[in-house]
């Protein structure tokens, strides 16, 4: 069983940035894929940027050159550094862990691009 907790959320205005970090307790062996999604208002929820046990990441178009994902193994946490933010950016962002057949999230965080 994995727990996950979000935080880092908040208000910011176009241009500006924020930085989500995601604490996994809980036992993470062998491999695994952790991600972060968003969910817009009226919108399916959608990949942002993921990145595998192995460190290789992916990134969704619409993020590409301005997010950034990293794990960090000592502390189990996984941060989204998110710059140039622009208003479509609105979401609820969940941090996901996906290993064998299962899949984990957390309670999500908002972040809100506005002036």
């Known amino acids: 069983q994995v727990q996950l907790v979000e935080s880092g959320g908040g208000l910011v205005q176009p241009g500006g940035s924020l930085r989500l970090s995601c604490a996994a307790s809980?036992?993470?062996?062998?491999?695994?894929?952790m991600g972060w999604y968003r969910q817009a208002p009226g919108k399916q929820r959608e990949l942002a940027a993921s990145?595998?046990?192995?460190?290789?990441?992916n990134y969704a178009d619409s993020v590409k050159g301005r997010f950034t994902i990293s794990r960090d193994h000592a502390k189990n946490t996984l941060d989204l550094q998110m710059n140039n933010l622009e208003p479509e950016d609105t979401a609820v962002y969940y941090c996901?862990?996906?290993?064998?057949?299962?899949?984990?999230w957390g309670q999500g965080t908002q972040v809100t691009v506005s002036r």
């Open positions: 996901n862990v996906r290993q064998g057949p299962f899949s984990y």
């Open positions: 809980g036992s993470l062996l062998g491999i695994y894929v």
């Open positions: 990145v595998t046990s192995l460190g290789s990441t």
